[in-house]
């Protein structure tokens, strides 16, 4: 008999929804029922993509003997950290204070006033490795809540204090200038992996944000170092396991330094974040590597992800059935020389398994390889990735989690909008206008207040966080550009001054959660870039696009303020504050207003939109539409030039005189 997980509308809450473990979603309701009963409260967080949240699942959620012991003694509230960014941040904190490290499954001990007071993350159904079981776990928790009730309240509230009490560290105050921006650049030198790009050692994770600051920091200075650590990391990873070769896109992370083995899951925001940055890095250099990785990223995001509402799911899982029934990590995407060779015949495998570093020992499991794109693997004829794809095909696909998430979205936005543009490809403007039009629809309500997440269609229960409330705005802000279409300027607006009134405090500060949000046990507030780009960091960027293109001073100080935490972060911790540095890039260098004037119709206003689109500078502001459009501030006052199309530039208030050229109009911008 399904539990009460089966109305809800996450797929991983849905995962769990035939589970004998007698589970509650987060909610008031939970709680009092453990306070009812006397009894302390299970908090397990994780998402539907997370191959080791199946792992525990399967092991200890789907056993009736553990979900009886569960049942009799805990409330058990399952949360999806996708839906639920704000839970998620909060009891992560502690439970890294508390051991040193994190990740998910999580699993947290609550009082019924949802103070933690025991923590971990995977826990296995028999001691192994020196982790105690699942079961002993449970069992301890429970001699400790029924035999020490008061030292654990002490527990509980101690942690809730110290928590608390933590001021925000890494605040800083000052807009970020030259010296941060050095400082951080020679931060990233020392953490550099020369020989196989990329930052630290293993596991190595895309460093979308770090590469994109790296791009601006060239494109302003002129610094070839920046430009190549750029380059060569893009270039390491598009020749990896970690890009799918056969159908484009990459996964979570690899395993190694060198980019072979991947985490297999693909997730939407990876995705947008580097298909974006391909396209910035041709942009730079034309390099056709760069074009083909970011064109194909596209078409994967379309291809594989987009919903039947016009939005991009969330994530494919790691794991599908091997063909033997079993499930299994990268199952999918896998290859032996046998089974090329079964698929491509003798001749043709052989070449294929040259071209792609397919080995009989294998670069994975039992045999099996990642493709990759060694250097000197040969050539290979057109029809060999085509014949292959289509044999992977006949494969079980991983499974899909159909949520969507507005912040990832908002960034799928800003990547295919620009990718269609930067390549003549209107299909993909066309897929991002979709996306976009369906955030407006279904997750932004009648006073601008976003939902975070939906599912076919229909809007989820969880508020909007800071991140989709910047990321949103970001998408809309680059379609702005792209189009000349103006009411999505209009729409980030909408949601920038929302960003002001609910999510700013003092000196700059800006929380992830709403100042009418729910109350936790501590306000979530984190600037640190990871695998996305953190509320804080996107909205400083968003803020000042947006004034970039309004003219508006309380959206600019808003981002200037919010972007004094460069300047204790970048020099120290580089690699985890890349949009911030990226933002800052975009302030040092104005950012650019280019405003190109002109009928739409007439192609000499094309041939100036697509010069300003085509331009290096550092987070430029487009907008493009006939002098009596309106719909532009950008635009307003500006005429044609002896009744032509032309092209204004200004930058730190000051503005050049008009071009009517695109070879003036990219001098004027380089």
Known sequence: MPNRLAHETSPYLLQHADNPVDWWPWSPEAFEEARERGVPVLLSVGYSSCHWCHVMAHESFEDETTAAYLNEHFVSVKVDREERPDIDAVYMEAVQAATGQGGWPMTVFLTADAEPFYFGTYFPPAPRHGMPSFRQILEGVRTAWTGRRDEVGEVAGKIVRDLSSRELAHSGTGVPGESELSQALLGLIRDYDEKHGGFGGAPKFPPSMSVEFLLRHYARTGAEGALQMAADTCEAMARGGIYDQLGGGFARYSVDRGWVVPHFEKMLYDNALLCRVYAHLWRVTGSELARRVALETADFMVRELRTNEGGYASALDADSDDGTGRHVEGAFYVWTPAQLAE?????????????????????????????????????????????????????????????????????????????????????????????????????????????????????????????????????FLALAGVTGEGVWLEFAGFLLDIVLDQFVGEEGA????????????????????????????????????????????????????????????????????????????????????????????????????????LASAPGAVVAVGSPEGGEFPLLAGRGLVDGGPAAYVCRHFTCDAPVTTPESLAEALS
């Open 510 to 613: 800006l929380y992830d959660t709403a100042h009418d949000a729910e109350k936790l046990i501590r306000r979530p507030q984190d600037p640190t870039d990871n695998a996305t780009p953190s509320g804080w960091t996107a909205a400083a960027q968003a803020l000042l696009s947006y004034a970039a293109h309004t003219g508006s001073e309380a959206h600019r100080s808003a981002g200037e303020g919010a972007l004094g935490v460069v300047n204790a972060l970048g020099p120290r911790a580089p690699r985890f504050i890349g949009w911030g540095l990226a933002a800052a890039e975009a302030l040092l260098d104005g950012p650019r207003e280019v405003a190109v004037v002109g009928a739409p119709t007439d192609p000499r206003t094309g041939a100036l939109h697509r010069t300003a689109l």
């Open 343 to 475: 698929v491509l015949g003798e001749r043709d495998g052989q070449a294929a398994a040259r071209h792609f570093g397919v080995t009989e020992e294998g670069t994975f499991e039992e045999g099996a390889s990642v493709l990759q794109l060694p250097s000197g693997g040969g050539p290979l004829d057109t029809s060999v990735r085509e014949r292959l794809l289509a044999a992977r095909e006949l494969r079980e696909r991983p499974g899909r989690d159909d949520k969507v998430v507005a912040a990832w979205n908002g960034l799928a936005v800003a990547a295919l909008a620009e990718t269609g543009a930067l390549f003549d490809r209107p299909d993909l403007v066309e897929r991002a206008t979709e996306a976009a039009d369906l955030l407006v629809r279904v997750h932004m309500d009648s006073h601008a207040r976003l939902a975070r997440t939906s599912k076919d269609g229909q809007p989820g229960a969880n508020s909007g966080v800071l991140e989709d409330y910047a990321d949103v705005a970001e998408g």
